[in-house]
Every structure is written in structure tokens, then in C-alpha cells.
């Protein structure tokens, strides 16, 4: 199993409904994306600080590694991702994955 994780830094400008909506069309991902097994968003709610910007996040659970790369190329995934990095401070600077082996 892969744990899938990005980060996000919205721009300033952004409403949190429309940051909301943007996040749940991930969610709406599982459904059509196969070998993806659990997602989960939100806010970071960190009190440490250390953040750098990153205010949201999604953390997705795959079978494994074919299926994360079969994500990345999906058609639903690069339509989201067309409508989410603009809405980043700084593009795709704006974003941090992270995968890890469960």
C-alpha cells in the first residue's frame, strides 16, 4: 500500500468554500480512479509553525505503486489538477507530494 500525500498553499485570495471545492473534487477521484483506496482532506491545522504556507492537504491510500502512477496520468486527475495549480500561490511551487510505503 502507498500513502499519497500533497500539500497545498492556496493564494490568499481564494474562499475557504472554494478551496473546499477544489479539495472535494479529489475525493470525488476515488471513484473513478482504480486501485485508489481511501482519501481524506483539509485544512492544516498544525499549531507548530512550521508550516511554510502549506494551509491545506489530501491523503490518499493506493495498492501500490502502478496504481499512483496510473493516478498521476489519469484523465480526471489532470482535468483537477488544471483547475487547482492556478489556484496556487506560485504554481506549482504551491504544492508538495510525498509518497510513502505503508
Known amino acids: 500500500m502507498i500513502r499519497h500525500c500533497a500539500f497545498f498553499r492556496f493564494q490568499s485570495d481564494l474562499s475557504e468554500e472554494e478551496i473546499g471545492s ?5 475525493v470525488g477521484l ?8 481511501d482519501v481524506v482532506v483539509g485544512p492544516n491545522l498544525s499549531a507548530e509553525g ?20 496510473a493516478y498521476l496520468v489519469h484523465p ?10 492556478p489556484k ?3 504554481g506549482l511551487d504551491g504544492a508538495l507530494p510525498f509518497d510513502f510505503e505503508l
Open 22 to 26: 477544489l479539495l472535494e473534487g479529489f
Open 30 to 37: 476515488k471513484d473513478e480512479v482504480d486501485g485508489m483506496v
Open 50 to 69: 512550521l508550516s511554510q504556507g502549506f494551509d491545506h492537504g489530501i491523503v490518499m491510500d493506493f495498492t501500490d505503486t502502478a496504481a499512483v502512477e
Open 76 to 85: 480526471a486527475h489532470l482535468a483537477l489538477a488544471a483547475r487547482v495549480v
Open 88 to 90: 496556487l500561490d506560485g
